[in-house]
């Protein structure tokens, strides 16, 4: 049997992802912060301003992510004035200029057990 090692690194990934090589990883999971919220923890993206920057962090994660790995990115768009704020769909277009694919959606479930 295989055993799986995992560390948790506290901090910004931008930071965390240059200290690993180019194709480390076979996947990676993320869930930022969504534009305006946790403003106590991260000091809050405002909308018009997340795409500038989660580009360089998706870089890394593009570099330090095996060919053959997958991205998952759990993102919420945001409702300002009334209107769905189209970051979340600039987002998705300037990561495919970077070189990701995209698929849309995964579902994950989340099983009870008792």
Same mark, same amino acid.
């Given at each position: 049997? =295989? #055993?799986?090692?995992?560390?948790?690194?506290?901090?910004?990934?931008l930071?965390? /992802?240059? &200290?690993?090589?180019?194709?480390?990883?076979? /996947?990676?999971? &993320?869930?930022?912060?969504?534009?305006?919220?946790?403003?106590?923890?991260?000091?809050?993206?405002k909308?018009?301003?997340?795409?500038?920057?989660?580009?360089?962090?998706? =870089? =890394?994660?593009?570099r330090?992510?095996?060919?053959?790995? &997958?991205?998952?990115l759990?993102? #919420?768009?945001?409702?300002?004035?009334?209107?769905?704020?189209?970051?979340?769909?600039?987002?998705? /277009?300037?990561l495919?200029? =970077?070189?990701?694919?995209? &698929?849309?959606?995964?579902?994950?479930?989340?099983?009870? /057990?008792?």
């Amino acid at each position: 049997m =295989q #055993k799986i090692k995992s560390n948790i690194h506290f901090g910004d990934c931008l930071e965390i /992802l240059a &200290t690993y090589p180019d194709n480390f990883f076979d /996947l990676i999971i &993320t869930s930022p912060p969504y534009a305006d919220s946790r403003a106590n923890s991260y000091g809050g993206i405002k909308p018009d301003d997340y795409v500038a920057w989660f580009l360089p962090r998706a =870089q =890394q994660m593009l570099r330090v992510l095996k060919p053959t790995g &997958t991205f998952i990115l759990n993102i #919420k768009e945001k409702v300002v004035d009334g209107e769905r704020h189209t970051y979340v769909i600039e987002l998705i /277009l300037e990561l495919r200029k =970077q070189g990701w694919l995209w &698929t849309e959606e995964f579902i994950w479930v989340r099983l009870v /057990l008792a």
